[in-house]
């Protein structure tokens, strides 16, 4: 069961572009990372999910090194309104759904 | 319709009350989960329905009784609880497995008196 470590907290500012970056040093070979943002009292909503080198959508990037020991999630010039916790969930369904720990997660805090 | 819903969306109950938790989706989804969040904490992971079958129970109380009557519902009865049973009540699905992102739905903040 793959384990993932994140910053507990981190600061920004709008406009800035954030990388957080999740270490997963025992993540198994059929295991993708999923990562999910989480306003309070709200359920997580889904960003990006990679299993190798680097994926972008509308909303952020996602970089892997060949290792596959940690992952990036790069959000592009960000607003206040991404103010949020950030999880990184790194599993595969078909292994069991006990593959489906959240780590602690990463609180971003978008200051004017 | 790409949406989980849960309801209520807040529930305050006693000790001794019997009350239950709905989740639905419509989206063909065949894997429905319940997660428990207390504040500032991750999702912990509760149950899991695979199929409409008890696919994970994560060691969680009795007093706390999912059902999954069809496909698209999901039910966790709640009896006998504990204040510190108080918390965010989520509710996901995923099509199947693999790797499926889950759908998460807006949740339920339960307060046990």
């Known amino acids: 069961l793959a384990k993932t470590t994140q910053p507990i907290s981190m600061d920004s500012y709008e406009g800035q572009e954030v990388n957080i970056t999740c270490s997963h040093n025992?993540?198994?070979?059929?295991?993708?990372i999923t990562w999910y943002q989480q306003f309070p009292s709200q359920g997580p909503r889904f960003i990006i999910q990679?299993?190798?080198t680097k994926v972008t959508n509308e909303v952020a990037s996602l970089f892997i090194p060949a290792d596959r020991k940690s992952s990036t999630l790069s959000l592009p010039r960000v607003s206040l309104s991404d103010t949020a916790v950030y999880y990184c969930?790194?599993?595969?369904?078909?292994?069991?759904?006990?593959?489906?720990?959240f780590g602690k997660g990463t609180m971003l805090l978008v200051s004017p | 319709d790409t949406e989980v819903t849960q309801t209520p969306k807040h529930l305050v109950m006693g000790m001794t009350n019997k009350k239950s938790l709905k989740c639905e989706q419509h989206?063909?989804?065949?894997?429905m989960y319940w997660y428990k969040q207390k504040a500032k904490k991750p999702p912990e992971l509760m149950f899991v329905?695979?199929?409409?079958?008890?696919?994970i129970n994560e060691s969680v109380p009795s007093r706390f009784s999912p059902e999954c009557p069809n496909s698209s519902l999901l039910n966790l009865h709640l009896h006998a609880l504990q204040p510190e049973d108080s918390a965010l009540y989520l509710c996901?699905?995923?099509?199947?497995?693999?790797?499926?992102?889950?759908?998460f739905g807006p949740g339920t903040r339960l307060t046990v008196l």
């Open positions: 990679g299993y190798k």
């Open positions: 025992n993540i198994a070979t059929n295991d993708y």
């Open positions: 329905y695979s199929y409409e079958k008890l696919s």
């Open positions: 969930l790194v599993g595969d369904l078909n292994s069991g759904y006990s593959t489906l720990t």
């Open positions: 989206m063909g989804h065949r894997a």
């Open positions: 996901a699905s995923t099509p199947g497995g693999g790797t499926d992102t889950q759908y």
